[in-house]
Each structure stands twice: as structure tokens, then as C-alpha cells.
């Protein structure tokens, strides 16, 4: 049975590899599982046949035979566990990763879609030049304390894990906004993640489905 993953057919982000499914596409490359993939548009994610895979109308979703899970981090937690090569065998080094996987999607990630969404939808409100300011200082205040703990290491705890992939893909949430200059080693550190061969084939899978040429992973 093929995994399929659903996905934006027109993802918002044109291209650039933000949206959520490209963290499932990148742990499906990682573990070298094909998938196949559902193209959705922004109507149709609302519609019962895909509210019955993901109660809030969203993507990405993940199906392998009659199992159907939505939330990235969920799906990427679930190819991890049953496949080597995203979590560590020793018990502690697994717990460590699975708590910066942890670490990605709760303590990073909302700062940063904070702001993003305040730039999408309260551009035009007489607070947004108040707040885009606390918003952007909530980021840098995270920034700061991963950049500190990454130091000059290449991955957050050792070896390259689910825990670096979902942070790199969170961070990279960031591009083009600026708010990275100032931490170079966080820079190297999503540059060495985009290095990755399976970063790369996962890139170029949802770039296709954008650019009119979808493939399966
Ligand atoms: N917590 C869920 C998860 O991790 O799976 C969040 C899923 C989610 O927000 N999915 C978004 C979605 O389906 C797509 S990825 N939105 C439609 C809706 O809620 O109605 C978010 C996203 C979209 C676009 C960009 N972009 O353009 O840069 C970046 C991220």
C-alpha cells in the first residue's frame, strides 16, 4: 500500500517549500518512502470528503492503508518511528530528539507564525505598528536562546533527527524576513538541512506540483 499524502495543488507559498507538507514530503525522503499525493484546492480542504481525514480542513494528511493521521508533526513522528534513520536507537539520545521535535512546533514555531499571520491579515489595523514590533522581539528572543544553545554544533543534539528536521522547517518559515542575520550559525544550520539530498528531491517534488508538474516523492 503507497502512502499518500494530501497537499496544496496551489500552494500559497508558490513554490518556496513552506507550507507544512513539505517537513512530511522531506521524512518520507529521509526514510526512502515513496508516496503518492492528493492535490486539494483552498475549497475543496473545507469539503466533508477531506474534513473526514482532518477535522480542521487543513494539510498536509498522511494515509497508509486505513490508518489516516493529520498534524505535521504527528505524521512526521509516526515515519520516524517506523523507519531508521530519524530517531536515535539509544533510549536517551530518541528522548532528546523527540523533545526538540517538540521544541520546534511549541516554543519556535507559534512566535514565528504569529508574526507571519499578523503580516497577512492586520497590515491594515491601527495596532499593527505597535504590535508587528512585540511580535518580531517574541522571534528574536527565541532565536537568541536556540542560536546560544546550538552554538558551533552542526545538529541540536548530535546526529541530524526528526527534532532538526521539523526545526529547520519551522525556521525557514523566516526566509527573506531578515530576522536570521544577526545568528549565523542558525543560517548554517537550515543551509546544512537544505543540503541534504532528501531535502532537496523533497523541494523539488512540491516546487513541480507548483510549477504544473507534479511527481510522487
Ligand atoms: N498544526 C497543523 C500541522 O502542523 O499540520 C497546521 C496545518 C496548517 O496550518 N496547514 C495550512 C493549511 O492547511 C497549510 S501550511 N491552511 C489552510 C487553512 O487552515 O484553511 C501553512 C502555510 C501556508 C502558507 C505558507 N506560505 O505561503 O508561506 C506557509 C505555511
Do not use: C
Not at 511549541?106 to 499578523?118: G, K, N, W, Y
Request: glycine share 8%; no cysteine; aromatic share 8%.
Amino acid at each position: 500500500m503507497t502512502i499518500t499524502i494530501t497537499v496544496f495543488e496551489r500552494s500559497p507559498d508558490r513554490g518556496r517549500g513552506l507550507a507544512r507538507d513539505m517537513r512530511v514530503r522531506w521524512a518520507l525522503e529521509e526514510v526512502g518512502q515513496p508516496y503518492d499525493i492528493r492535490l486539494l484546492s483552498l475549497g475543496a480542504i473545507k469539503e466533508p470528503a477531506h474534513l473526514k481525514r482532518h477535522p480542521f480542513g487543513q494539510i498536509p494528511t498522511y494515509e497508509d492503508g486505513d490508518l489516516v493521521l493529520f498534524e505535521s508533526g504527528a505524521i512526521v513522528f509516526h515515519i520516524a518511528e517506523h523507519h531508521a534513520g530519524l530517531l536515535p536507537n539509544d533510549a536517551n539520545a530518541r528522548a532528546r530528539a523527540i523533545t526538540w521535535m517538540f521544541a520546534a512546533l511549541s516554543t519556535v514555531e507559534p512566535p514565528i507564525v504569529e508574526r507571519s499571520m499578523a503580516m497577512l491579515v492586520e497590515r491594515d489595523k491601527a495596532w499593527y505598528g505597535q504590535r508587528l514590533p512585540l511580535l518580531e522581539e517574541r522571534v528574536r528572543q527565541r532565536l537568541g536562546e536556540l542560536s546560544r544553545r546550538l552554538g558551533d554544533a552542526d545538529w541540536l543534539d548530535d546526529a541530524f533527527s526528526a527534532g532538526d528536521l521539523l526545526m529547520v522547517t519551522v525556521l525557514r518559515r523566516l526566509d527573506g524576513s531578515g530576522m536570521l542575520e544577526a545568528y549565523p550559525n542558525l543560517r548554517a544550520y537550515i543551509a546544512r538541512g537544505e543540503a541534504r539530498p532528501a531535502f532537496k528531491r523533497a523541494f523539488a517534488a512540491q516546487l513541480a506540483v507548483f510549477d504544473g508538474k507534479p511527481s510522487t516523492g
